[in-house]
């Protein structure tokens, strides 16, 4: 079966979006399906229209069901669609009525749907097989941020939280991601020589920035938004704990009883985990205990299977 998969993400890019969206082909193509990835659809005949993105992919939906209105469109619904776009936009809203099926990355998405879509919302964990985990050496608590440099991301809420910590504090923190925002990537350079305790790398190769996450003693979410992010799944995949924002993204990869949480937007409660982690060993393993108890959801075979069963279902529909 021939599927064209489109993600508005360009090529080359690290963006969260591009990254499902490859890993998706990639597995789709292990499945024996021949596949198409394209930043809109391509006018060439598919059986399934993947496309990422309610209002970014609205044209590419429309155009394919109007050449096309028999086969089956599926729908990932990305954090900017579940808590933005799908509340104000009515392109966005037409889209997804107008899909076979609905793809959301965590459980807790589904609470910011109409109950009238659930019947046709399929739950797919993002799986990842990370590099072998060493152990970080004691001198220092090693924090990553993976974190595209964007207001949504809130990535300076981590420098903000190592001011209020005091100086001998063990906590190193070093954060991966490109400057998106204008003056973000200057900022960021000032932040790391304002304080030591951050340092910020840019964008690095994917492998480079998962041996980096295995690498690390905890993982740093703080996000205002996520429909279910790359990396809290890249966490759970090699073990690493994760402290995150309180976002439904989050919640709905690590469970509503993780211990990890603060508010968005909270520096001080923030630093208070940080220090919280770098000080207290019970606690850091009570993160690793609860993440290790998650991380059956990101299992390779399981999003696998979870592919198997959506295709076949819009395929009878």
């Known amino acids: 079966m021939h599927v064209e998969v489109v993600t508005p993400a360009p090529p080359g890019s690290h963006h ?22 394209t ?29 096309y209105p028999d086969r089956p469109v599926v729908l990932a619904l990305t954090g900017t669609d579940l808590y933005a776009d799908l509340a104000d936009s009515e392109q966005a809203q037409r889209t997804a009525q107008h899909a076979a099926a609905l793809v959301v990355l965590q459980d807790k998405a589904l609470e910011a749907l109409p109950a009238s879509w659930h019947a046709r919302v399929h739950v797919i964990y993002q799986s990842v097989v990370t590099p072998v985990r060493r152990v970080p050496p ?48 200057e900022r960021a350079v000032a932040a790391a020589a304002a304080d030591s305790r951050y340092c910020w790398l840019g964008d690095v190769p994917r492998p480079a920035a998962l041996q980096r996450l295995a690498d690390s003693d905890l993982l740093v979410l703080t996000s205002r938004l996520e429909g279910g992010a790359n990396a809290v799944s890249e966490a759970l995949a090699a073990g690493v704990p994760v402290v ?31 220090d919280r ?10 993160l690793t205990s609860h993440v290790a108890a ?22 009878r529909w």
Do not use: C
């Open 294 to 315: 998650r991380r059956h959801l990101v299992a390779p075979e399981r999003e696998r299977q979870a592919w198997v069963d959506l295709l076949a279902a819009v395929l």
């Open 277 to 286: 982690a770098a000080t207290d060993h019970g606690f850091l393993a009570e």
């Open 16 to 37: 969260g979006n591009r990254v499902t969206a490859e890993r998706w082909v990639a597995l789709l193509r292990e499945l024996g399906h021949s596949v198409a990835l």
């Open 138 to 185: 004691d001198e220092h608590l090693e924090v990553l941020l993976l974190a595209h440099l964007r207001e949504v991301k809130d990535p300076f809420l981590v420098v903000a939280a190592l001011g209020l910590l005091p100086e001998s504090s063990r906590i190193r923190v070093t954060h991966l991601g490109s400057p998106i925002d204008p003056g973000s990537g």
């Open 39 to 67: 930043t809109t659809w391509s006018m060439q005949p598919a059986e399934v229209l993947v496309a990422l993105h309610a209002r970014r992919s609205a044209q590419a939906v429309t155009d394919f069901r109007a050449a």
């Open 244 to 274: 995150s924002t309180r976002v439904d993204g989050s919640i709905g990869l690590l469970g509503e009883d993780y211990p990890g949480y603060v508010e968005v937007g909270d520096a001080a409660g923030l630093a208070q985990l940080l």
